[in-house]
C-alpha cells in the first residue's frame, strides 16, 4: 500500500445491456500530468503515460470522500508493518490520517507512532485530541514514548501526562526527569526479574506474559532479597536450560553488567563494548535494576537524526 494523489482520471466505454456507459478505469501518476495541464499543443505528442493504475486497487481515504468508508480495507491494514503504517499516516493528509488511526487496533496504532519521523510524529500528536494522544502514547514502549514526549512544546507535554492513567504518567514523567543523553533518558523500563531459586519453568511463564515487548527483552534480570541486581540472563542460556534447573545456577560469572542511570552515551557505549553484550542494565544508586539498554537504543541516542528508511511515495 502506498499514498498516491491521482492527476488525471481514465475513462472508458464500457458495453451494457442498455448501451455503452461511461466507466472509470484509471488514474495517472505520472509527471507527464503536469505537462497537460501546459495546453494540447505541448502534449499533444507526448507518448503513453508511465504510470496508470487500476482504479480498482484503489481505496479512497478522508473526509474529503465520506460516502466511501475505510472499513472496507481493514484486512488489507492488518496485514501491513508498523514501518509501512508510519509511511502511509506521514504521507495522508490530517482528517485521512486520524481515519486511518481510529481504524486501527490501539497497540498496533501505537507501534506504528514509533516509527514515525519524529517531526511527522510531533505533528499528528498535536492535531489529535488530547485525550485521544495520550491514549496512543501511553500505548508505546516507554523510551519511545519519552521521545515522543519531549519533541512537545512543556504545554502540550503537560497536556498529554494530565490525561493518563496515574501510573504510566509517573513512569514516564520519571523518565523525563533524565536529560536525553542519559542512561536514564534513553532506557527501556520493560524488565523481566525473577528471584535466584525461582525455577526456568517459571521464568519462562513469565516471558509468554511479555509477548508484545518481545524486542526490548533479551535477558532476564535476577534480583536479591532486598531487589538489588545480581546478574542478567541471557535468553539463549535460558532456552537451553531444564525446566527445573534454578535462574539463579544460570548466572554468568563475574560482575553483572550495568551502568548508573546517569552514565553518558559515551560509558554504555564503553560498558557495551568491553562486555560484548547485546544490551545492558541501568541501575539508580541503590544498585536497583530500572531498565535496560539495547544496542538499538543505543543506536537511537548516538544518532537521533538518522530517520527512517521511507518506502517509495508517488505524489503529485
Not at 509501512?84 to 506521514?90: C, P
Not at 519533541?151 to 523518565?175: C, F, I, S
Not at 531498565?291 to 530517520?307: S, T, Y
Request: glycine share 8%; charged share 30%.
Amino acid at each position: 500500500m502506498q499514498v498516491i494523489r491521482p492527476a488525471d482520471l481514465y475513462l472508458a466505454l464500457i458495453p451494457g445491456p442498455e448501451g455503452s456507459i461511461l466507466r472509470l478505469v484509471g488514474v495517472d501518476v505520472s509527471g507527464q500530468t503536469l505537462l497537460r495541464r501546459l495546453g494540447p499543443k505541448r502534449w499533444r505528442g507526448l507518448p503513453t503515460p508511465e504510470r496508470v493504475i487500476d482504479w480498482a486497487t484503489i481505496r479512497p481515504f478522508g473526509s474529503e470522500v465520506p460516502n466511501v468508508k475505510l472499513r472496507a480495507s481493514h484486512d488489507e491494514l492488518r496485514r501491513l508493518r508498523p514501518g509501512e503504517l508510519a509511511d502511509l499516516l506521514e504521507d495522508l493528509g490530517r482528517d485521512a490520517r486520524q481515519e486511518l488511526l481510529a481504524s486501527l487496533e490501539p497497540g498496533k496504532a501505537a507501534d506504528a507512532l514509533e516509527e514515525m519521523d519524529p517531526e511527522e510524529l510531533e505533528a499528528l500528536l498535536r492535531e489529535t485530541p488530547p485525550q485521544d494522544a495520550a491514549a496512543l502514547v501511553a500505548r508505546m514502549e516507554p523510551d519511545e514514548a519519552v521521545d515522543a514526549l519531549r519533541d512537545l512544546e512543556d504545554e502540550a507535554r503537560r497536556e498529554l501526562l494530565e490525561h493518563m492513567e496515574p501510573a504510566q504518567r509517573e513512569r514516564l514523567a520519571g523518565l523525563l526527569d533524565f536529560e536525553q543523553d542519559q542512561a536514564g533518558g534513553f532506557m527501556t523500563t520493560i524488565l523481566v526479574t525473577a528471584p535466584p531459586d525461582q525455577s526456568v519453568a517459571e521464568v519462562r511463564d513469565r516471558l509468554r506474559s511479555q509477548l508484545d515487548h518481545a524486542g526490548d527483552v533479551d535477558g532476564v534480570v535476577v534480583v536479591g532479597a532486598t531487589g538489588e541486581l545480581l546478574g542478567d540472563v541471557p535468553l539463549y542460556a535460558l532456552a537451553i536450560a531444564s525446566d527445573h534447573s534454578r535462574i539463579g545456577s544460570l548466572l554468568p560469572e563475574g560482575d553483572a553488567v550495568s551502568v548508573p542511570a546517569e552514565a553518558g552515551i559515551t560509558e554504555v557505549a564503553e560498558r557495551l563494548i568491553e562486555c560484548r553484550h547485546s544490551s545492558v542494565v541501568v541501575v539508580d544508586s541503590d544498585n536497583l535494576p530500572i531498565g535496560r539498554i539495547l544496542a538499538d537504543d543505543l543506536l537511537d541516542a548516538l544518532l537521533p537524526e538518522r530517520g527512517r528508511h521511507h518506502f517509495p511515495r508517488f505524489l503529485s
